[in-house]
């Protein structure tokens, strides 16, 4: 069994806030191997923030400083605070884990952001 299962999706105007969550199960899990990818029609699934090492955090440039991203080891949980959001935020957003080195995704939350 491996699961991961996303919630905090919704729509907003541009300049407010959503907290997405994910939380992880399986054989094999590990929960300094959790990120968040997104991706927007047309365009290719990329890397929003994810965890480097035990302690470490790795943002891309267009959402360094607005995003933040944090978990919490004994719910096998990892959140992410959107804050300042704008429309190209619109996307669907993957949790992504390696369980037993393998790359898995979770099915997506839509957070949609309107001017």
């Known amino acids: 069994q491996v699961q991961l299962v996303e919630s905090g999706g919704g729509s907003v105007r541009a300049g407010e806030s959503l907290r997405l969550s994910c939380t992880g199960s399986g054989d094999g899990f590990s929960i300094y191997t959790m990120g968040w990818y997104r991706q927007s029609p047309g365009k290719e699934r990329e890397l929003v923030a994810t965890f480097h090492g035990s302690d470490g955090t790795m943002y891309s440039d267009s959402v360094r400083g607005r995003f933040t991203i944090s978990r919490d080891d004994a719910k096998s949980t990892i959140y992410m605070q959107m804050d300042s959001l704008v429309p190209d935020d619109t996307a669907v957003y993957y949790c992504?884990?390696?369980?037993?080195?393998?790359?898995?995704w979770g099915e997506g939350t839509q957070v949609t952001v309107s001017a």
């Open positions: 992504t884990a390696f369980f037993y080195g393998i790359r898995k």
